[in-house]
């Protein structure tokens, strides 16, 4: 089970350790709004030559192409340059996730239009740096900054940076060089460190860091909280959990959300300490009903799930759709969640809903049914399901015809069992982390030599190859021993 921490409580606290772009040279590139799509694009005037620039970079969308040549065009033509439009351009290709390209801007800016950078420059591109180069070449990169311009804002780049490669030793290293120069002085500060040790589970010295906060008179503030409470959760740890809920319920500078007590309550779950679990969810819902965001409500109901709690789920699922438009994470959310408790008359009847709606149509919803219909061996209900989503035009992916090959196998249709595979295996991209059990490939392997089918058997184990799940040397002993029967 995924703790809500991974999707809301480090979403936010990332926006404050950094990752949301500062742009007022000013400031250490730090900061606790999270920009918008909206922000960023009112923030590109309309009409202007940098607006202009904007709409020609952006339709580059393969990350190894170069924007240089086009850079160059733009300043050959002898068109305008404004630093601060640029670092806007430099924002929104970070907001889409398109980071070689903000990196490839953010060089240029300053190897060929002499722009002077500042510390909120030097931390975007040290961040930009990291997603796309590595860590070393990050540190590398922070080594040769100037010591003026290494104010807060870079090292907590440097800090957010090791927490994602996992390196805690590099990053405490750091964090002594921040004290040593004396710049360790307000709440982000620890909490970038805090988020290193969370992120590498080393839960044990958040402690010590909440003592030096408490030492040195530096307030703690719902990031801090946040990150302990992470911990806590992901430790298991009840008591932890207890205290920290406590202390932020007391603290009135802390502004209670319901990320506060889903992260609570995915803990408690995880802990199978349910009724604490329930008891912090009534508190996470009354705040959900107050807010617009649909994994809210999608999380409540997978709590409830797994709190065993099937009422509460439907009658969550009811204010969810009063209050907002459902799109189809949330009947994914509610039908796996109905699923658990083996309801399979209520998530039928909300697959029915979903199908009237005027949605995409996504095959992960059906598959979800299928999955069901295939462990309890109504194979005919899954196939339907499948006719019917191709009749829409929705083509059924890996996961669907992995789950058929499952269901034919275990109720002895191996010849449809291995056909089954092979659609799967002919749609599975080559490299994928995802593999197919040893149970169901030996089982289709039983097959073809069951039925001595020598070339089906053939083409088979070269598509195993071909998709890189077993090796050259395998595939052909495989092959032989099919042969020798």
């Known amino acids: 089970m995924k703790l809500v921490r991974l999707r809301t409580t480090l979403y936010n606290i990332r926006a404050q350790l950094g990752l949301g772009n500062v742009l007022d040279s000013s400031s250490s590139y730090s900061t606790a709004t999270r920009t918008t799509t909206r922000e960023v694009t009112n923030s590109l005037r309309k009409g202007s030559s940098m607006y202009k620039l904007y709409r020609m970079l952006s339709p580059m969308g393969d990350p190894n192409d170069s924007m240089v040549p086009l850079l160059d065009q733009w300043v ?23 980071f070689s390209h903000a990196l490839q801007i953010s060089m240029w800016m300053t190897k060929k239009s002499n722009f002077v950078l500042t510390p909120a420059d030097v931390a975007i591109r040290l961040d930009l740096i990291a997603k796309v180069q590595g860590i070393e070449q990050a540190a590398n990169y922070f080594n040769c900054v100037p010591e003026k311009l290494k104010l807060p804002g870079v090292y907590i780049a440097l800090l957010n940076a090791y927490a ?11 964090m002594q060089q921040m004290r040593d120069r004396g710049l360790v002085k307000k709440t982000i500060d620890y909490n970038s460190m805090m988020n290193v040790y969370y992120q590498t589970g ?20 719902k990031y801090t909280f946040s990150i302990l409470l992470s911990a806590y ?12 809920v406590a202390m932020m319920e007391a603290d009135r500078g802390v502004v209670l959300d319901w990320t506060v007590y889903a992260t609570a309550a995915s803990g408690y779950v995880k802990a199978g300490l349910s009724d604490k679990a329930l008891a912090v969810l009534r508190k996470s819902e009354v ?34 759709k009063q209050n907002l438009k459902v799109y189809n994470r ?46 309890r061996g109504l194979l005919h209900k899954a196939e339907t399901l499948i006719y019917k989503a191709q009749l829409r035009g929705t083509e059924p992916n890996v996961r669907t015809w992995y789950l058929m090959a499952t269901g034919y196998l275990q109720n002895n249709q ?26 169901c490939l030996a089982a289709c392997l039983g097959y073809y030599k069951k039925e ?16 890189e799940i077993i090796s050259a040397d395998l595939q052909d002993r495989l092959l032989n021993n099919i042969r020798n029967g």
């Open 76 to 98: 050959e033509e002898g068109r305008p340059l404004d630093m601060e439009q640029l670092r806007v351009i430099i924002k929104r290709f970070r907001l889409y996730k398109r």
């Open 164 to 174: 994602y490669a996992k390196s805690a030793e590099k990053a405490e290293i750091i």
């Open 202 to 221: 080393n839960y044990k010295k958040l402690d010590s860091l909440m003592h030096e906060m408490e030492e040195k008179g530096i307030d703690r503030d």
């Open 233 to 244: 959760a992901a430790a298991s740890d009840g008591e932890g959990i207890d205290k920290i």
């Open 287 to 320: 705040l959900t009903m107050h807010n617009k965001f649909s994994r809210a409500y999608d999380f409540v109901i997978t709590q409830y799930a797994a709190c065993g709690n099937k009422g509460d789920v439907l009658r969550v699922w009811k204010h969810y």
């Open 330 to 375: 949330g009947y994914i959310c509610v039908i796996s969640s109905l699923l658990k408790f083996d309801g399979m008359e209520s998530a039928e009847k909300i697959f029915e809903e979903w199908e009237s709606c005027n949605l995409s149509h996504d095959i992960r919803i059906p598959n979800h049914l299928i999955d069901a219909y295939c462990r």
């Open 414 to 439: 191996s010849e449809k069992g291995v056909e089954a595979m092979k659609k799967a295996l002919v749609l599975l991209e080559a490299g994928t982390r995802w593999k197919p059990s040893k149970e």
């Open 452 to 467: 001595r089918d020598i070339e089906g058997a053939d083409y088979f184990i070269k598509l195993l190859t071909g998709k």
